[in-house]
Nanobody, 116 residues
């Protein structure tokens, strides 16, 4: 069982920046950030990074967010710049093994609020 613990969420004004962190209990193939906005039923994938460094970004964060991981520390990061009110959401760290298509392990989430 992989344990994931997020930190770094908070309140920021539009145009500001935040950096999220996720500490994993072990190294795992793919780590990703998902978010669930207020009133939304489903979580959406924001960005992901594999153990080899391959990254994916959703169109709505390209050019503003940067995902990275430190394999030595088993830690995932999300640098969020130029934040918009629509980025307001609970942000979740998730992980999956190489043979899995869906994320199996989830953290408890960290809230991000962007005010206009």
């Amino acid at each position: 069982q992989v344990q994931l613990v997020e930190s770094g969420g908070g309140w920021v004004q539009a145009g500001g920046s935040l950096r999220l962190s996720c500490a994993a209990s072990e190294n795992i193939f793919s780590l990703g950030w998902h978010r669930q906005g207020p009133g939304k039923k489903e979580r959406e994938l924001v960005a992901s990074v594999s153990s080899s460094g391959s990254t994916y970004y959703a169109d709505f964060v390209k050019g503003r967010f940067t995902i990275s991981r430190d394999n030595a520390k088993n830690t995932l990061y999300l640098q969020m710049n130029s934040l918009k009110p629509e980025d307001t959401a609970m942000y979740y760290c998730a992980a999956r093994h190489i043979a899995e298509n869906e994320y199996r392990y989830w953290g408890q989430g960290t809230p991000v609020t962007v005010s206009s």
